[in-house]
Nanobody, 121 residues
Framework: VQLVESGGGSVQAGGSLRLSCEAPGFTYDTYCMGWFRQAPGKEREAVASVNVVSRSTKYGDAVQGRFTISTDNAEKTLYLQMNSLKPEDTAIYYC????????????????WGQGTQVTVS
């Protein structure tokens, strides 16, 4: 399973970025997907997750109200719209797939992308 993230970059505090995750070979409409992030010296933490069938979502406390996870099932693409970015959002952001429920736990997801860097200054 290949997950390809894009859309990372550098932005000033208060700005926005939109991350994308393409999953062309994945049985996209069966499992749940999520976004996680990892800052230097810190553990990987959950950002958001989605049930691609019901479109139900969950968010980590640090991003609730600022980030929005969405999915285009026809294009097998997962998105993360990030608004009101803060310096503490700086991290490598990873797309994850394959969970049976839209959990905010790393261990629930067997498939991971390579990550995309987001830097907020």
């Amino acid at each position: 399973v290949q997950l390809v993230e894009s859309g990372g970059g550098s932005v000033q505090a208060g700005g926005s970025l939109r991350l994308s995750c393409e999953a062309p070979g994945f049985t996209y409409d069966t499992y749940c997907m999520g976004w996680f992030r990892q800052a230097p010296g810190k553990e990987r933490e959950a950002v958001a997750s989605v049930n691609v069938v019901s479109r139900s979502t969950k968010y980590g406390d640090a991003v609730q109200g600022r980030f929005t996870i969405s999915t285009d099932n026809a294009e097998k693409t997962l998105y993360l719209q990030m608004n009101s970015l803060k310096p503490e959002d700086t991290a490598i952001y990873y797309c994850a797939a394959g969970a049976w429920t839209y959990e905010l736990t790393v261990s629930a997801y067997p498939y991971w992308g390579q990550g995309t860097q987001v830097t907020v200054s």
